[in-house]
T-cell receptor
Framework: GAVVSQHPSRVICKSGTSVKIECRSL??????MFWYRQFPKQSLMLMAT?????????EQGVEKDKFLINHASLTLSTLTVTSAHPEDSSFYIC?????????FGSGTRLTVV | KQEVTQIPAALSVPEGENLVLNCSFT??????LQWFRQDPGKGLTSLLL?????REQTSGRLNASLDKSSGRSTLYIAASQPGDSATYLC???????????FGQGTELSVKP
């Protein structure tokens, strides 16, 4: 139980375009979703926390206008990387809070060329 | 500010060995601590979660201990197998509604 499905797993986009990443909770309602970024050989860095029906809370240093987060329903949260640049290339992972811990999506490898 | 450190950063062992991964945190007032496994290019799989009132948790060949007063946790893997090769991350939560704070991870390689 408590599965989060994340899509796409890999995406390559051109510099200046936008990319949307989706995370769906399949068998539970995710009132809170977390979005992380992970650089190679490094740990996860929390970017933002989203609660269903309200605006996301961004961590210090994360550009709100660049990383748009929408959590319009209890089963779907999306992260849109707007006007992507090569430095946005990274591994993005979503996570949902569950009763006694957290469950994670499988991640999205974004490459901006 | 809570900081989580994992030692070693990388570890290579022959198959069959028992091994210990270490995690330390600077603020002992944690809510819980969780160990995760991450395979290359994949998301995280939860291995064990220890509440602040607990001292250890076991699942199969894995045993995680928690010593809040010293700010330490260990993940013990018995009879390691090549399939155990992955990056192991520990993360702490400071309060019930708080976010997870991750260590840098230990990259484990088990050689056949």
């Amino acid at each position: 139980g408590a599965v989060v499905s994340q899509h796409p797993s890999r995406v390559i986009c051109k510099s200046g375009t936008s990319v949307k990443i989706e995370c769906r909770s399949l068998d539970f309602q995710a009132t809170t979703m977390f979005w992380y970024r992970q650089f190679p050989k490094q740990s996860l860095m929390l970017m933002a926390t989203s609660n269903e029906g309200s605006k996301a809370t961004y961590e210090q240093g994360v550009e709100k206008d660049k990383f748009l987060i929408n959590h319009a329903s209890l089963t779907l949260s999306t992260l849109t990387v707007t006007s992507a640049h090569p430095e946005d290339s990274s591994f993005y992972i979503c996570s949902a809070k569950i009763e006694y811990g957290y469950t994670f999506g499988s991640g999205t490898r974004l490459t901006v060329v | 500010k809570q900081e989580v450190t994992q030692i070693p950063a990388a570890l290579s062992v022959p198959e069959g060995e028992n091994l210990v991964l270490n995690c330390s945190f600077t603020d002992s007032a944690i809510y819980n601590l969780q160990w995760f496994r991450q395979d290359p290019g994949k998301g995280l799989t939860s291995l064990l979660l220890i509440q602040s009132s607990q001292r250890e948790q076991t699942s199969g060949r894995l045993n995680a201990s928690l010593d809040k007063s010293s700010g330490r946790s260990t993940l013990y893997i018995a009879a390691s197998q090549p399939g155990d090769s992955a990056t192991y991350l520990c993360a702490v939560r400071n309060n019930q509604g708080g976010k997870l704070i991750f260590g840098q991870g230990t990259e484990l390689s088990v050689k056949p």
